[in-house]
């Protein structure tokens, strides 16, 4: 999952957190018929994008993989009773996308409404994130979970950059 960290305003002042971003190729088989059935393959690209304010990215990733089963079991029902009904492939047809916005909102209001985990405060500093080879792993920064969210205090970070003055 690509995370890309993200600043800006949210309720009650300035907030931080993650986008999650994704794609895969997805190939599958259509069979073209004509006088002899002729298969194709065809790739299409599956996409997500979320961002997690209230939630880190992992649980947000988890949540909403859990709420979109069961928006995909509901539509498989509805194309396996649409064989016998005719209405539920009317039913199946409005619910698809309109399921699927109900879910992006979900996530989205349960984001903005939820209590903010990365916003600035002013006991320390905040950590979100380090880079593997970067200068946060050199001078041993050890991120650690304090009322659920990354925090170092000012003092400690100018402690390790001074007695890792050789960076």
Same mark, same amino acid.
């Given at each position: 999952?690509?995370?890309?960290?993200?600043?800006?305003?949210?309720?009650?002042?300035?907030?931080?957190?993650?986008?999650?971003?994704?794609?895969?190729?997805?190939?599958?088989?259509?069979?073209?018929?004509?006088?002899?059935?002729?298969?194709?393959? %065809? @790739?299409?690209?599956? #996409?997500?994008?979320?961002?997690?304010?209230?939630? =880190?990215?992992? !649980?947000? /990733?988890?949540?909403?993989?859990?709420?979109?089963?069961?928006?995909?079991?509901?539509?498989?029902?509805?194309?396996?009773?649409?064989?016998?009904?005719?209405?539920?492939?009317?039913?199946?047809?409005?619910?698809?996308?309109?399921?699927?916005? %109900? @879910?992006?909102?979900? #996530?989205?209001?349960?984001?903005?409404?939820?209590? =903010?985990?990365? !916003?600035? /405060?002013?006991?320390?500093?905040?950590?979100?994130?380090?880079?593997?080879?970067?200068?946060?792993?050199?001078?041993?920064?050890?991120?650690?979970?304090?009322?659920?969210?990354?925090?170092?205090?000012?003092?400690?970070?100018?402690?390790?950059?001074?007695?890792?003055?050789?960076?």
């Amino acid at each position: 999952m690509e995370n890309s960290c993200i600043y800006g305003k949210g309720r009650g002042g300035n907030c931080r957190g993650f986008t999650l971003n994704r794609f895969w190729p997805v190939p599958f088989i259509i069979f073209v018929n004509g006088q002899i059935i002729y298969p194709a393959t %065809i @790739v299409a690209i599956l #996409g997500y994008g979320d961002y997690a304010l209230a939630n =880190y990215p992992e !649980k947000k /990733s988890r949540e909403t993989a859990g709420i979109l089963s069961i928006f995909s079991i509901i539509l498989i029902i509805f194309a396996k009773l649409s064989m016998n009904y005719e209405i539920f492939k009317y039913i199946g047809a409005i619910f698809s996308p309109l399921g699927h916005e %109900i @879910v992006i909102k979900i #996530g989205q209001k349960r984001e903005e409404n939820g209590k =903010y985990l990365f !916003k600035p /405060s002013p006991q320390g500093l905040k950590i979100l994130d380090v880079l593997p080879g970067g200068i946060g792993k050199k001078i041993e920064f050890r991120i650690r979970r304090y009322n659920s969210f990354f925090k170092w205090k000012q003092n400690i970070l100018r402690q390790r950059c001074r007695s890792n003055s050789k960076l």
